[in-house]
């Protein structure tokens, strides 16, 4: 269920240039006063399996790092029931509030089609688990997640894992975007699932590439979320600095966030430099 979160939050990408840096997922950082470099990490939520590499530098610099910081910290036995807690409206809101008739039995039939799962019993659920369960309809192929294989490795080597925001934090950003939107944006979302599956498929080569600008680009004309940058990306990122050099300061630390929130006068990376960082693009393999 977390995962499906962290799907979601595969389009959370910044709006602007990204400040003459167009190219870079994985970055050391340090200089102001560290003691030894730690490690940021840009990801996509959801691969196609045979596209996955997690091996090379990237593995060799989590087994040196004492800690893997993700969005959330999803190895926390208290998640599952946070997110049950949070898995409905409110208010009490039904997606048939916002839909038509004509438009709900629609989106009934495709997710009884795609997903073999009838919404008919969870009218309310929150707009973004009922996208959630159309994004495997994006990918036909078996999946693997960042996350998931960062979490066993930093296992492995004995890292501590902890999150920069907590499920409550992270999901109350949804509560800034009137739901009729949330509902408008997911039946046209899945009712053009081609259309989102080619996008997708776009997103994922830019990715490989390590293309922030294209990243940028791309996600930035979503309609989803071309009106919520602020609240969706630049005040998390600028919440996020503070606990990421206090966590540096102990040693070496891993970051593994999503690639959208990199570039940008406004992403990581400049946010980063700002308070007198150093950081310098290094390959992944």
Not at 29 to 50: A, F, K, Q, R, W
Not at 79 to 92: C, D, F, R, T, V
Not at 173 to 192: G, K, N
Request: hydrophobic letters at 40%; proline letters at 3%.
């Amino acid at each position: 269920m977390i995962r499906a979160i962290g799907r979601v939050y595969l389009f959370f990408v910044l709006a602007f240039p990204a400040m003459g840096q167009t190219q870079g997922v994985f970055w050391e950082i340090s200089g102001n006063g560290l003691s030894t470099p730690s490690y940021l990490m840009g990801t996509v939520h959801l691969l196609c399996e045979d596209e996955f590499e997690l091996e090379g530098v990237l593995a060799d610099k989590l087994a040196a790092s004492r800690a893997l910081v993700l969005e959330v910290d999803l190895d926390d036995p208290g998640l599952a029931i946070a997110m049950m807690s949070k898995m409905h409206n409110e208010g009490g809101e039904s997606i048939t509030d916002y839909l038509s008739e004509e438009e709900y039995g629609e989106i009934r039939t495709l997710l009884m089609e795609r997903t073999g799962v009838d919404i008919g019993m969870l009218k309310r659920l929150r707009p973004f688990m009922l996208m959630s369960l159309i994004y495997p309809s994006l990918l036909e192929c078996e999946t693997k997640s960042y996350e998931s294989e960062l979490m066993k490795l930093a296992k492995s080597s004995k890292a501590e894992i902890h999150g920069l925001e907590s499920v409550d934090d992270q999901l109350s950003v949804f509560d800034q975007i009137p739901l009729e939107e949330q509902y408008r944006s997911f039946y046209e979302y899945a009712m053009d699932l081609d259309k989102g599956r080619e996008e997708f498929k776009k997103l994922i080569k830019a990715y490989r590439e390590e293309d922030i600008e294209v990243l940028l680009k791309m996600v930035s004309e979503s309609p989803e979320y071309r009106d919520y940058q602020e609240i969706l990306l630049d005040n998390r990122n600028l919440n996020w600095i503070d606990p990421m050099g206090k966590w540096m300061k102990d040693g070496p630390v891993f970051f593994a966030v999503g690639a959208g929130h990199l570039g940008g006068e406004n992403g990581l990376i400049q946010l980063l430099k700002n308070e007198g960082y150093r950081l310098r693009r290094i390959g992944r393999n």
